[in-house]
């Protein structure tokens, strides 16, 4: 075999491995390199002061406090109940307490943006309504710094400041 010859096999090998790695980071695993996704895990206090500064004639009490924690199994549920999960970049599943009240939840991307959609239970199952909510976050050094930024993502709409409790 000459150089050419092994320069062309190198070359197909890398695409081939290229291919084969975007196949496999659809929807079926975690998508690992998304932030949020990888410091959302935990309790969310509302940071009333935050959230009133970024609205102050806010019409709505939002939810006091958020907890995640993260659950393949229940991942895995969501992409195949529900097709639409399939064809997009998921970052996180699992099960999130709004208070006292448990849900299902994936946090995925789509056009550059973090969605989080929590699955409301209802008589038929735990999988229930969907409720799909933006949410960015802004990171501190410290992450039980981070701020958690729920909402938002409708014209007039102002986001809710959370941030991490400490147990």
Same mark, same amino acid.
């Given at each position: 075999?000459?150089?050419?010859?092994? @320069?062309?096999? @190198?070359? +197909?090998?890398?695409?081939?491995?290229?291919?084969?790695?975007?196949?496999?980071?659809?929807? !079926?695993?975690?998508?690992?390199? $998304?932030?949020?996704?990888?410091?959302?895990? @935990?309790?969310?206090?509302?940071? !009333? %002061? +935050?959230?009133?500064?970024?609205?102050?004639?806010?019409?709505?009490?939002?939810?006091?406090?958020?907890?995640?924690?993260? %659950?393949?199994?229940?991942?895995?549920?969501?992409?195949?109940?529900?097709?639409?999960?399939?064809? &997009?970049? +998921?970052? &996180?599943?699992?099960?999130?307490?709004?208070?006292?009240?448990?849900?299902?939840?994936?946090?995925?991307?789509?056009?550059? $943006?973090?969605?989080?959609?929590?699955?409301?239970?209802?008589?038929?199952?735990?999988?229930?309504?969907?409720?799909?909510? $933006?949410?960015?976050?802004?990171?501190?050094?410290?992450?039980?710094?981070?701020? &958690?930024?729920?909402? @938002?993502?409708?014209?007039?709409?102002? !986001?809710? !400041?959370?941030?991490?409790?400490?147990?």
């Amino acid at each position: 075999m000459n150089k050419n010859m092994l @320069g062309a096999f @190198g070359a +197909i090998a890398v695409l081939a491995g290229a291919a084969l790695a975007f196949q496999l980071s659809g929807s !079926a695993n975690p998508v690992k390199d $998304n932030l949020v996704a990888q410091r959302l895990e @935990g309790r969310w206090m509302l940071d !009333a %002061d +935050i959230t009133a500064r970024l609205d102050p004639q806010r019409g709505f009490q939002p939810p006091r406090a958020f907890e995640f924690t993260k %659950d393949d199994v229940v991942m895995k549920k969501l992409v195949s109940e529900y097709p639409r999960f399939q064809s &997009l970049p +998921i970052h &996180l599943g699992g099960t999130a307490f709004q208070g006292t009240e448990k849900h299902w939840f994936v946090l995925y991307s789509e056009d550059g $943006n973090n969605n989080l959609v929590l699955f409301t239970p209802t008589r038929e199952g735990p999988l229930g309504e969907p409720h799909y909510l $933006n949410v960015n976050m802004a990171l501190s050094r410290d992450a039980t710094k981070d701020l &958690l930024f729920v909402g @938002g993502d409708v014209p007039r709409e102002s !986001a809710a !400041a959370y941030g991490r409790m400490i147990k």
